[in-house]
T-cell receptor
């Protein structure tokens, strides 16, 4: 069964500190892996999209890495800000998703950045 | 640009009532979709559309209907509301139905309670 598991479930850090969120997946083969940020009461916003051949992709203070051999991805947040408080969701698109675009969504890591 | 706009933001219904959740995008995107987000579960695809006049079922289509008469609009209809349909509903769009690596743009959701 295709699964995406994220850890930790929740995390609290101080403003200015770095953190790393983990995503393990069993989806194989896969087309791409995405990270989304979801603020409370808002819809998800795309941070990065990596194909199976990419190892890293950055978006400002957010850097995603991908190891397709171990089926692991991480999202590193540098110099955290209060506005980084949100849920971060890992999403994998199976290679055979076809026309129904069935993405496999993780449950997210809830990050709280405290002053 | 407004992006993806969903209305209403909140709605309370009684069991058996019907209603339509509205979704509009102003980015000329081909692909549009509806998801529901429930506690402890990843986003689940309800219905999707790859262009005007074309719709198809996602992962959890029962109890919902959609239509796509224009590129901009993709309403979701609840035929006879049930308490199990209490959820947060998100509409999303992306530029191309054929391009795998396009980010999805989400609206801010409709929070629906069925009593």
């Amino acid at each position: 069964k295709n699964q995406v598991e994220q850890s930790p479930q929740s995390l609290i850090i101080l403003e200015g500190k770095n953190c790393t969120l983990q995503c393990n997946y069993t989806v194989s083969p896969f087309s791409n892996l995405r990270w989304y940020k979801q603020d409370t009461g808002r819809g998800p916003v795309s941070l990065t999209i990596m194909t199976f051949s990419e190892n890293t992709k950055s978006n400002g203070r957010y850097t995603a890495t991908l190891d397709a051999d171990t089926k692991q991805s991480s999202l590193h947040i540098t110099a955290s800000q209060l506005s980084d408080s949100a849920s971060y969701i890992c999403v994998v698109r199976p290679a055979n998703a076809g026309n129904n675009r069935k993405l496999i969504w993780g449950l997210g890591t809830s990050l709280a950045v405290n002053p | 640009n407004a992006g993806v706009t969903q209305t209403p933001k909140f709605q309370v219904l009684k069991t058996g009532q019907s209603m339509t959740l509205q979704c509009a995008q102003d980015m000329n995107h081909e692909y549009m979709s509806w998801y529901r987000q429930d506690p402890g579960m990843g986003l689940r695809l309800i219905h999707y559309s790859v262009g005007a006049g074309i719709t198809d079922q996602g992962e959890v289509p029962n109890g919902y209907n959609v239509s796509r008469s224009t590129t901009e609009d993709f309403p979701l209809r609840l035929l006879s509301a049930a308490p199990s349909q209490t959820s947060v509903y998100f509409c999303a769009s992306s530029y191309s139905a054929r391009e795998n690596n396009q980010p999805q743009h989400f609206g801010d959701g409709t929070r629906l309670s069925i009593l």
